[in-house]
């Protein structure tokens, strides 16, 4: 029976403490109590949700519209900060960058993901599996100043590791972070150092989850190999890789912290991002107006790029 | 090569790719402990034949590094706490009792997952303003503990807890809080487990608004600390290095003795 049908007051009314039964509530009181029990199981997220996440999300919209003077002249200037974005050569910029950003990374990640994971599915139960698994997540625990930091280290112009190894095999290396056309993809390449394990690790899940009667059938059918994973494996990785593409798109939108410590936008404005132009315009030039529409245009790619997504990979069997 | 060895070559290959993986983080302890000479030495010094504890001192006593560790555990657990038990009963009333708008209401929250906390940094900073939070715990945490993915994992993790735990112990005279602590809490360990590493994982290495929403060195978090070392330090890497392995070493010693429970908590946390 449903929680609807039992309530303390249906008990009370089905005969019992005498003071109690006197007064039976009526068919409105008893919903009202109802509907005051779950506004106050959801009342404490609700509250937090809505000060701190729907709230600034209209602010944000709200601001946009504004000229917002630091010395306190707020003056409403209606879509004239989207008009100066899009008259600005460097919010262009910064949007090219974003999408080239976002279209290395989101490919690579998942592509090494998918790899990985069938790499352990495998060889599972076997115990380096455990091993080879930690390894390759491990950098996902990483914040991201360390990994910047390092990268940065093992990319450096005269001393970096990866330069002398490549040097050493007799290649002529380009200087990663200080060449505009090698900035954003050094950039994208520590990314996925760092980020791939974890979807390599959601994959892996997702390739547990497939019951063994499907291993089984293939097996009947002769499915082996490349064909196993091409039309049982990967169909079924479906759900799995449409929330991992939005996911991974998201996070690639809003890059910013590795960007900031390994190149701080440069050389010239070469790997200069959506959230770096942000943070700029917002925290060092006080254009808050027009940094809060930036983080608009933000949102907006963010759901172009999940819409797009699910008609692509469709909706019906993720979650 | 038979089938077997062809296998066994391919675990190989495996192991020798997760080593070259964890490269980069040795070069990093590596470059911490040489001394000064030996990072920029050509041919590099890939194994140190000195040990030279000056950098990791040098963070240690010139910045207020171990008070950066503390920031970061009084925001994570702050951030942990508090998301868990708000987190659960919202979670309840979507699962496990029944309201007329309910699957609408949840859309709405879920899909609030989509908007990352970049997207609300000039907002948030003006309301943080206002409420006058910046540079404190509470400007840091408060944004993060209305993230819904908590909500969306402890409900699919309730759904699964069979319906007839709440009925019978409807009968028994349970009120719905009653059945949230006695019969459904004991059952999701795994759950709160998941969500709590989910949560302390990610509010120790937020970076965005957390240097915007802090401006003294001594409120930094670990992540904005390091971050603050590069400004001062543009290329002594020896001091980068030692600041950077200093914020690894908690990881792997976390990693270390709870790795099964992180990889679980994060494909419980994912969505698949």
């Known amino acids: ?319 | 090569m038979n089938v077997r060895g062809l296998a066994r070559a391919g675990i190989v290959l495996a192991a020798l790719a997760a080593m070259l993986w964890l490269a980069p983080v040795l070069w990093m302890f590596a470059t911490a402990v040489k001394p000064t000479p030996h990072i920029f030495a050509l041919p590099p010094v890939w194994v140190p034949s000195v040990v030279v504890w000056d950098h990791l001192s040098g963070v240690l006593t010139k910045w207020p590094f171990l008070r950066w560790v503390w920031n970061s555990g009084v925001v994570a657990t702050a951030t942990t706490v508090l998301s868990t038990v708000v987190s659960v009963p919202a979670a309840f009333a979507f699962s496990r009792l029944q309201w007329r708008g309910r699957d609408a209401v949840f859309l709405i929250f879920l899909s609030s997952m989509l908007i990352p906390l970049e997207v609300n940094v000039i907002p948030l900073y003006f309301l943080m303003n206002r409420l006058q939070l910046l540079n404190t715990y509470p400007g840091v945490f408060l944004p993060i503990v209305g993230m819904p993915v908590g909500v969306f994992l402890l409900r699919q993790f309730f759904l699964n807890i069979p319906q007839e735990l709440d009925d019978a112990a409807r009968v028994d005279g349970a009120g719905s809080w009653r059945i949230l602590l006695s019969v459904i809490l004991p059952l999701s360990g795994p759950a709160l487990a998941a969500l709590a590493i989910y949560m302390f994982v990610f509010s120790w290495n937020e970076f965005f608004w957390s240097m915007i929403a802090l401006s003294s060195p001594r409120m930094f978090t670990l992540p904005i600390g390091l971050r603050a070392l590069q400004g001062a330090y543009d290329i002594d890497y020896g001091v980068l290095m030692a600041g950077a392995s200093l914020a690894t070493v908690p990881a792997v010693l976390v990693f270390l003795l709870l790795q099964r429970h992180i990889i679980r908590g994060v494909t419980l946390t994912a969505f698949r």
Do not use: C
């Not at chain 1, 008990?11 to 779950?38: I, Q, W």
């Not at chain 1, 990374?105 to 599996?129: E, Q």
């Not at chain 1, 790619?301 to 699910?310: Q, V």
């Open chain 1, 1 to 319: 029976m449903s929680w609807r049908a039992r309530t303390v007051w249906d008990r009370v009314r089905a005969g019992a403490p005498a003071e109690a039964s006197a007064r039976v509530p009526s068919r409105g009181l008893r919903r009202l109590l109802r509907a005051g029990e779950v506004v106050l199981f959801l009342a404490p997220f609700a509250a937090f949700w809505l000060l701190f996440r729907l709230g600034p999300v209209l602010y944000g919209v709200g601001i946009s519209l504004y000229r917002w003077d630091p010395l306190g002249d707020v003056q409403f200037v209606g879509v004239s900060n989207y008009l100066r974005l899009a008259a600005d050569r460097r919010f262009w910029n910064a949007l090219r960058n974003t999408l080239a950003f976002a279209a290395l990374t989101v490919p690579g990640i998942l592509a090494l993901g998918v790899g990985l994971a069938l790499t352990l599915f495998t060889y599972r139960g076997r115990p380096a599996t455990r091993w080879v698994e930690a390894a390759f997540f491990f950098p996902y625990l990483l914040n991201v100043s360390v990994v910047g930091l390092v990268w940065r280290w093992l990319l450096d112009p005269d001393f970096g590791a990866v330069l002398l190894a490549l040097r050493s095999l007799g290649l002529r290396p380009p200087v990663f972070l200080n060449e505009p056309a090698w900035a954003l993809p050094s950039i994208a390449f520590a990314t996925a150092w760092w980020l791939a394990g974890y979807r390599m690790v959601i994959f892996r899940a997702a390739l547990e989850d497939i019951p063994e009667e499907i291993f089984d059938a293939a097996k009947v059918d002769g499915a082996t190999g490349w064909r196993l994973l091409r039309s049982v494996l990967l169909p079924l990785l479906k759900p799995a890789a449409l929330f991992a593409l939005v996911l991974t798109g998201i996070s690639g939108f809003i890059v910013f912290g590795q960007v900031l410590i390994m190149t701080a936008g440069g050389p010239g404005r070469a790997s200069e991002v959506l959230a770096l132009y942000l943070y700029r315009f917002g925290f060092e030039y006080l254009e808050m107006g027009q940094a809060a529409a930036v983080g608009v245009v933000i949102f907006a790619l963010i759901l172009s790029l999940t819409l797009l997504s699910f008609r692509w990979l469709g909706y019906g069997s993720a979650g």
